[in-house]
Structure formats: C-alpha cells, structure tokens
C-alpha cells in the first residue's frame, strides 16, 4: 500500500517562496515515478512537475519552469518542490502523486494521491 502525504503549503505574497514535501511509505521507493499536480477553484488539475525514478529525469510544465524545482530524497522517501518567485495563479491545491515506471503528464495515470495542501499567493 502507497501512503503519500504532503507538507509545507501556505500563504505567502507574490514574489515569494515556498517548499513542499511529500513523505511516501512504500516498499521499494526508488522504483516509483513521483510527481505534483495543481488544482484551483473550477479548474481541472495540472500537471505541475515529476522526477523519474532515482531522480534521472525530472520534467516541469511550461508554467513553472525556471521557477520550480522537483527533488527527491530515495534514502528519506521523500519528495520536495521548490517553489521561488510565486506567482497569484500559482494558487492552488497541491497534490503529490507516485506511480510505478515511468512519469506522466496525464494525471489520470498515476494511482496513488496525497491528500493535498493548499499553496495561496496573493497579489
């Protein structure tokens, strides 16, 4: 059983930064794809950024590239997002998702989800 859960949301103003973490229980966390997804109010959730297993490839949407940065720790079964320079449309529900294999931009493919936390950036 995968057990994901995040940390590190919050409230920060524009310009700012936040660090996100996701602390998986799994039996073998090397071998799982780890990735965040977005949702906002009305708005179907996003693909935000995923690294590869053993962290070889590591893959952003176009809106946050340059600005996030997705990392893991296999020896502490965690994920991290680096999240600088903030933006108000950044605000959302985080999500972290685990899937074995490969990553994906489709969120319909990865099984596993954390409960969410909630980044909001004002203006």
């Known amino acids: 059983q995968v057990q994901l859960v995040e940390s590190g949301g919050g409230l920060v103003q524009a310009g700012g930064s936040l660090r996100l973490s996701c602390a998986a229980s799994?039996?073998?966390?090397?071998?799982?794809?780890m990735g965040w997804f977005r949702q906002a109010p009305g708005k179907e959730r996003e693909f935000v950024a995923a690294a590869t297993w053993r962290g070889a490839n590591t893959l952003y949407a176009d809106s946050v590239k340059g600005r996030f940065t997705c990392s893991r720790d296999n020896a502490k079964e965690t994920v991290y997002l680096q999240m600088n320079s903030l933006k108000p449309e950044d605000t959302a529900v985080y999500y972290c998702a685990a899937r074995l294999g490969s990553s994906s931009y489709y969120y319909t493919v990865w099984p596993h989800w954390g409960q969410g936390t909630q980044v909001t950036v004002s203006s």
């Open positions: 799994v039996l073998t966390f090397d071998v799982y794809a």
